[in-house]
């Protein structure tokens, strides 16, 4: 497993932001071609059966293949980098840092200007805890 210092995890920041973001949008575009897939299969429900374009339902199929192949690749990029995702909803990612022979998770949520929290492998992000002394003199890399 990977490490970071929480300089390493501030430095990533912006591309992993930009990485986040572009996840959460696949993420929306998904959620957004299943509720049109499901208000088709109510309408055709309630109408007794209907008749479908083949060319529509195959356009709306590649697009959400498409975003579903986005979604994967950015998470698998997110993921080489050695980041763990833990909420699109809330833009959540957490690096491992080696504190005192321990690996923790430096937590950081999308919007915040920089990481400003820590938590324990079981704990998450309910358990969050500001970054003391010895996460932030701890310059030496890993």
Do not use: Y
Request: glycine share 8%; charged share 30%.
């Amino acid at each position: 497993m990977k490490t970071f210092t929480l300089d390493e995890a501030n430095a990533l920041l912006p591309v992993l932001e930009s990485l986040l973001r572009t996840a959460i949008t696949c993420k929306q575009e998904l959620e957004r071609l299943q509720q049109q897939r499901q208000d088709l299969a109510h309408r055709i429900f309630l109408s007794g059966g209907s008749l479908l374009k083949i060319s529509e339902e195959m356009a709306r199929k590649s697009e959400r293949e498409g975003a579903t192949q986005r979604l994967r690749d950015t998470l698998a990029e997110i993921d080489s980098i050695g980041v763990q995702v833990k909420d699109l909803d809330i833009g959540l990612l957490d690096f491992p840092f080696l504190a005192d022979g321990e690996i923790i998770l430096l937590c950081w949520k999308m919007g915040e200007p920089s990481i400003g929290f820590w938590h324990t492998l079981d704990a998450g992000f309910a358990g969050r805890k500001p970054i003391d002394d010895r996460i932030a003199k701890d310059k030496k890399p890993n």
